[in-house]
């Protein structure tokens, strides 16, 4: 995870974007992977939506670790990675606001408007950081 948290790191030092800036996490399949495991260790990560994903240990114990907003996107009907898998991982994210949606489908078959509602769920958690409840 060193070259993520580097990446971050060079983003943050652009003037346009600066450290305050708040950061999120997305992502399908591998894309979830790396950010499950990046969000556990990431303190700026303050929102992620991922899914589709085949599930290991060490990703299991990743999602123990996060407590930020999280969306899952769960294909139903991936036959290399079983929907069981998929709940379970959901299961074990410590998050207290955490989503989950299922599609018909494969990982590679999101429909446009989950694409949307992820996009639309980070923004607004994003949106959230350094204020105060309502």
């Known amino acids: 995870m060193p070259e993520w948290q580097a990446t ?3 983003l943050q030092a652009l003037p346009e974007i600066g450290t305050e800036a708040p950061v999120g996490c997305g992502g ?3 894309g979830t992977a790396i950010g499950l495991l990046l969000t556990a260790i990431e303190p700026r990560i303050t929102a992620a939506a991922i899914g589709g994903v085949f599930v290991y240990e ?3 114990e990743a999602a123990r670790q ?3 907003p999280i969306e899952f996107l769960l294909p139903w009907d991936d036959e290399e ?3 069981q898998s998929g709940l379970a991982l959901f299961d074990a994210c410590a998050s207290k606001e955490k989503v989950l949606h299922a599609y018909p ?3 590679n078959q999101v429909p446009r408007f989950e694409v949307d509602n992820s996009v639309r769920f980070i923004v607004r958690h ?3 950081v350094g204020t ?3």
């Open 8 to 10: 971050l790191d060079a």
């Open 28 to 30: 399908m399949t591998l």
């Open 58 to 60: 060490a990703l299991t």
């Open 66 to 68: 996060i407590t930020i």
């Open 81 to 83: 990675n079983n929907r």
């Open 105 to 107: 489908g494969r990982p």
């Open 126 to 128: 994003l949106g959230r």
């Open 132 to 134: 105060s409840p309502a």
